[in-house]
C-alpha cells in the first residue's frame, strides 16, 4: 500500500521542524500575539490605546538567487535575515512599524537542520525589526524543486497613524539625500553577481579574493541590514519627508518611488566610498558604471529625505544609532528620475 512518504513527503520531518521552531517564535513574541505557531493562523490584536487611527500596510518579498549562494556554500545561517529585511525595509518607507512577519518555506526535501537554520535567521530578523514571528509555511514539494534546492518568502505587516503615513507628496525642492550605508549587497543584483563572479571570473565561494581577509561566500551571504529601529527613533526628532529602500532596481527605480512628479534627484556620486565587493564585480564582469548604479545598491541601503535645515541633527542622530550616514545629494525641480553628478 503506497504512503504519502513513497511520493517524497516527510510529514513527520515537518512535525519535528514546527518543534524545533516554537522556542525561534517565542523570543520573538510581542505582547499583541494571542497564539502560539500551530493553529491554522496567527492571532495580532492592535492596541487601541496606542492608535488613535491606525492604518495596516502589507509587503510581501524574497531573498532571490542570493540562496543559490547559501545553496552553493552549504550555509544557511543569513538568509531568513535577508528574507525579513527585504519586507521590513519596505514598510518603513511608508512610515510604519512592523507588527508580525510570516515565512514561506518551499522544498523538494525536507531538510530539517536546513530549514531549521533558515527559521533562525528569520526569527533573528524579526529581534532586528521589533517583530514578531507570527507564523508560515513549509511546503515539501518534490516534484517541483530537486533535492537540495528550495525557495524563500516572506510577508510582513505593519501599522502608523494615518497622518503620519509617508507620501511623495512631502517631498519639496532643496530637501537632502541622507544615504545610509549597506552591509554589501544586500539581497539584489545576485543574478548578475553570480555570472560575473563564477562564470566569468572563475571564482569560487571559498576563494578569498586579494584584499577581501574573508571567503567570498561570507562576503557575498552578509545579511540585509535592518533599519527600522533607527528610522522610527529618527521620525521622533527629525522631520522626515521621504524614505527610500535601495533595493532591486537600485537609484533609478526606487529613488523616484518617493519623489512627486517635477521633482528629480541629483546625487553625488563621490559623496561616499563605494565598497570593493561592488569593484570586484565591476572590475571582473566589465560591467558599465551606469549598469552598476542601475542594478546594485554600491553601498547605501536605505535614503532618508529631510529638509535641508534638519541634515545635520538626521546625520548625527543616525550615527548615535550606529548607522554610517552621508548627505549624497538633494532635490531640485526636474523631469523626474535620478541625476548623476560626479
Not at 267 to 282: K, N, T
Request: hydrophobic share 45%.
Amino acid at each position: 500500500m503506497m504512503k504519502y512518504s513513497d511520493a517524497g513527503v516527510n510529514v513527520e520531518a515537518a512535525k519535528e521542524l514546527v518543534q524545533r521552531i516554537l522556542p525561534l517564535a517565542a523570543a520573538t513574541r510581542r505582547p499583541e500575539v494571542l497564539d502560539e505557531i500551530g493553529g491554522f493562523a496567527g492571532a495580532f490584536c492592535i492596541d487601541r490605546s496606542r492608535w488613535r487611527e491606525p492604518v495596516l500596510l502589507g509587503a510581501a518579498d524574497g531573498v532571490g538567487t542570493k540562496i543559490k549562494i547559501a545553496e552553493m556554500a552549504g550555509r544557511f545561517d543569513t538568509i531568513g535575515i535577508d528574507l525579513v529585511a527585504m519586507n521590513v525595509n519596505d514598510l518603513i518607507c511608508q512610515g510604519a512599524e512592523p507588527l508580525f512577519f510570516l515565512d514561506y518555506l518551499a522544498v523538494g526535501k525536507l531538510e530539517v537542520p536546513v530549514a531549521e537554520s533558515i527559521v533562525e535567521g528569520i526569527a533573528q530578523g524579526c529581534q532586528l525589526a521589533g517583530c514578531a514571528l507570527l507564523g508560515g509555511e513549509t511546503a515539501e514539494m518534490p516534484d517541483v524543486y530537486e533535492p537540495g534546492a528550495f525557495d524563500l518568502a516572506g510577508f510582513a505587516v505593519g501599522i502608523a497613524e494615518r497622518d503620519r503615513l509617508l507620501h511623495p507628496s512631502m517631498v519639496r525642492p532643496g530637501d537632502v539625500l541622507i544615504g545610509l550605508s549597506s552591509s554589501g549587497l544586500h539581497s539584489c543584483g545576485y543574478a548578475l553577481v553570480r555570472r560575473v563572479l563564477f562564470d566569468v571570473a572563475g571564482l569560487a565561494p571559498s576563494d578569498t579574493p586579494q584584499g577581501f581577509g574573508r571567503p567570498l561566500s561570507d562576503v557575498l551571504l552578509e545579511p540585509t541590514r535592518i533599519y527600522v529601529k533607527s528610522i522610527l527613533s529618527l521620525r521622533e526628532c527629525v522631520e522626515v519627508h521621504g524614505i527610500v529602500h535601495v533595493t532591486t532596481g537600485a537609484f533609478a527605480k526606487n529613488v523616484p518611488r518617493a519623489l512627486p512628479p517635477g521633482m528629480q534627484a541629483d546625487i553625488h556620486r563621490s559623496a561616499w566610498e563605494v565598497p570593493p565587493v561592488f569593484r570586484l564585480v565591476q572590475e571582473r564582469g566589465g560591467v558599465d558604471e551606469a549598469e552598476m548604479y542601475a542594478t546594485l545598491n554600491m553601498g547605501i541601503g536605505m535614503i532618508v529625505i529631510v529638509p535641508q535645515a534638519d541634515a545635520d541633527e538626521c546625520m548625527a542622530h543616525l550615527s548615535a544609532s550606529g548607522e554610517g550616514a552621508t548627505l549624497i545629494g538633494r532635490v531640485s525641480e526636474g523631469d523626474g528620475g535620478v541625476v548623476f553628478i560626479d
